[in-house]
């Protein structure tokens, strides 16, 4: 098995090299679990890696971020806001219904109808995305108490009747719609760095998302995109929310300590002047804000 990994990553790094000789690729040992390797051109160590253990999403999502062209327009951007948004009022119902005692119905706006309109909301969003998101799943539910109660396992609940904790009367089992916590994780924010690592491979980069890299100090980063070409590194950040002068700071710590040969920030949002001041005097690190197109967008990483 490590041999047959071993040979997937030289043929990696060979395709990676163009020019350069790699004079060496080190794996970690067969008990160590974590796959650790060196990048190394002309015979100096330029990087240290690691591999994450566990790859932070699906296929499915992977593709759908590689192949939509629109992902980082202001309406796809608010679809994002939105989609999250609805999830954590579903999720979070389901989460506060488990430790009250009851809740009175409201004739007009029962919890049930809550959900539904909810994932409906979200469904609406799905189909503008092209993509189905949502996971069904089943809660226990005392129609007593008008509230959600945590059965544990499912196949214990549909066998024998649990009784609400709080009143005795039977849960039964309802069903209800959310995204995975993979899938939640993807749409906050993981889909930008995926998106972003696709585009540079279009322009001829060598992309690693999915690993840690370690600095001169011998500490070890969690970054978005390593990138290589032509003997060249590039360290990547990709960011969706705001954007500030903490978040740049912690990205020019890791620049400076992995020494790629160049940098970039790219964010979604807009950036103060005062922060940009700051990105510019870095040598080598480029600020990318404020994306809202692909064309901006590619014709900005064609630059890099
Ligand atoms: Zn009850």
Same mark, same amino acid.
């Given at each position: ?65 590689? !192949? ?171 960011? !969706? ?64």
């Amino acid at each position: 098995m490590l041999k047959k990994n071993w040979k997937l990553e030289r043929d990696y790094f060979n395709k990676l090299n163009r020019g350069s000789e790699i004079l060496e690729i080190k794996l970690a040992s067969k008990t160590d679990k974590q796959k650790t390797f060196n990048l190394i051109f002309n015979g100096v160590t330029l990087l240290r890696i690691e591999r994450k253990k566990i790859s932070r999403t699906n296929k499915k999502l992977l593709e759908w971020a590689h !192949t939509r062209g629109d992902l980082v327009t202001k309406k796809s951007q608010n679809n994002f806001r939105r989609i999250l948004e609805l999830n954590k009022q579903i999720t979070d119902e389901i989460n506060s219904d488990s430790s009250k005692p009851n809740q009175t119905p409201d004739k007009f706006d029962d919890v049930l109808q809550h959900l539904q309109r909810r994932k409906q909301g979200i469904e609406e969003i799905q189909q503008n995305f092209k993509i189905d998101f949502i996971k069904k799943d089943k809660i226990g539910y005392c129609g007593r108490c008008n509230c959600f109660r945590q059965t544990g396992d499912l196949t214990a609940a549909a066998t024998t009747r649990i009784p609400c904790p709080f009143c005795s009367s039977p849960i039964t089992m309802r069903a209800y719609h959310s995204l995975p916590p993979k899938t939640e994780r993807f749409l906050g924010g993981t889909w930008f760095e995926e998106y972003i690592a696709k585009r540079l491979h279009t322009l001829g980069w060598t992309t690693f998302t999915d690993i840690y890299v370690y600095g001169n100090s011998g500490a070890k980063f969690e970054i978005d995109i390593l990138a290589a070409k032509n003997g060249r590194t590039l360290l990547v950040e990709c960011k !969706t929310g705001p954007t500030g002068l903490t978040k740049l700071s912690s990205f020019i710590a890791k620049f400076s300590q992995i020494r790629t040969t160049s940098a970039a920030f790219i964010t979604l949002e807009k950036m103060n002047e005062d922060d940009q001041r700051v990105a510019e005097a870095i040598g080598q690190l480029k600020l990318i804000e404020g994306v809202n197109s692909e064309r901006g967008l590619l014709r900005r990483l064609k630059q890099l």
